[in-house]
């Protein structure tokens, strides 16, 4: 099955919890931003009357006949399909619920920089930002890390990765996010990192991955910025 | 098998989405909430060290020795069981990714009133939540409205309720998301409406379903109040 990812071009956003996955398993996919005229033909398709069920926002992953969106519903749909995640449902739904907090966080993240409106700029929220940043880096980012450091200290299973010896896209995910948040806050992170020993060994675990190494280090790794859900803004890192 | 569902005790909260399936069905359920105690009890089963597979936060559902958080999982767990959605997998897929839109439109619902930090008052973030709330209502609220009310038109399958002529879990949470809109924003409700009749006759079904009417106008369903996801200020409803 040739998959195809449907995202925006410049960022890597929620996008990239896709395809890291897809470049973790070296799966056949075509990333369609990369591709001319890529933004037209995804308005295109998810404006078309003629899909029943349209996504309500990028990402989305168009599978045969089936679009998936929703990042944690197409890696639930994907990790056993890419061997990123067992087959068994308990274990399956575990998965997805690491996710979808993951992606909580990760829509914490966001709001930081933009904590009224997406269709304002940073500039325009910039004193809110600060309070909500402030906020996010004392008392959100050490709850989310606590939590996924106490799964990895608790759960007899997690020894290696998170659900086991083997890797799962919720480790691609964590990753992502230890590396999303050393981007937009290297000193809330530089306090943090060393309290949560196993989460750092499991980010540089995955960093180590042969293909998702050599993805990072490759032109379609496109890197963060101030476009992006993760952003560097110093004052928002104090 | 029968269900123990664990959540706050006194708002309707990320709770009322699992509860609404579980009284529409008659599902044998114990509210833990509502029983004594409940709140140590929940507390030392999120932190219990022998407990594998943590929460991060409620609610959450123990079946069996299954633990399930994540209210968007919880309903995908629950909905073929409950015989709340169909056991295929795109159909599956579908009615998850419409009920993960619906838990990003909840969670900017509940930033209207608490745009900076969940920790603080709302009276300490007064005048950032009236600059969120305007944004929600005049950009947001409009845009999922859109997106649900163009589902129900453009989707031949979605006649009397969204996947097609039987209820899932999907329309009893469109229900609440409606009912909590009302009661936090009347004013931007009233305007909404009357160009959304597909999706307020939706609401009207699913309202009408006998045991659904009885458990609302039962002492079981909690009222909305100012402490829960749904709050009503009449300043952020302008």
């Given at each position: 099955m040739r998959y195809e990812l449907y995202y925006w071009p410049s960022i890597q956003g929620r996008g990239e919890f896709v395809r890291l996955a897809l470049?973790?398993?070296?799966?056949?996919?075509?990333?369609?931003?990369?591709?001319p005229k890529a933004m037209p033909a995804m308005m295109r398709?998810?404006?078309?009357?003629?899909?029943?069920?349209?996504?309500?926002?990028?990402?989305?992953?168009?599978?045969g006949k089936l679009i998936i969106a929703q990042t944690a519903n197409i890696l639930f749909y994907l990790g056993p399909r890419l061997g990123l995640a067992p087959k068994s449902e308990p274990v399956r739904?575990?998965?997805?619920?690491?996710?979808l907090t993951i992606a909580d966080w990760l829509a914490e993240a966001h709001d930081t920089h933009h904590p009224i409106a997406g269709s304002l700029y940073y500039e325009d929220q910039k004193k809110e930002a600060r309070r909500r940043a402030a906020d996010f880096t004392a008392e959100r980012m050490p709850k989310?890390?606590?939590?996924?450091?106490?799964?990895?200290?608790r759960n007899s299973k997690a020894s290696d990765y998170l659900l086991g010896k083997k890797v799962s896209y919720v480790d691609l995910s964590l990753f992502q996010m230890i590396e999303g948040l050393r981007y937009a806050f290297p000193r809330a992170m530089a306090r943090l990192e060393p309290k949560h020993r196993k989460?750092?060994?499991?980010?540089?675990?995955?960093?180590?991955r042969p293909r998702l190494a050599a993805y990072l280090s490759s032109p379609r790794r496109i890197p963060f910025n101030r476009e992006g859900i993760f952003r560097h803004y110093p004052e928002l890192d104090e």
């Open positions: 470049e973790d398993t070296s799966a056949d996919y075509v990333d369609v931003a990369r591709k398709l998810m404006e078309s009357r003629s899909i029943e069920r349209p996504p309500f926002a990028p990402p989305f992953l168009k599978a739904l575990w998965a997805h619920q690491l996710q989310y890390f606590g939590y996924f450091e106490r799964i990895l200290e989460l750092i060994a499991l980010h540089d675990r995955v960093a180590g």
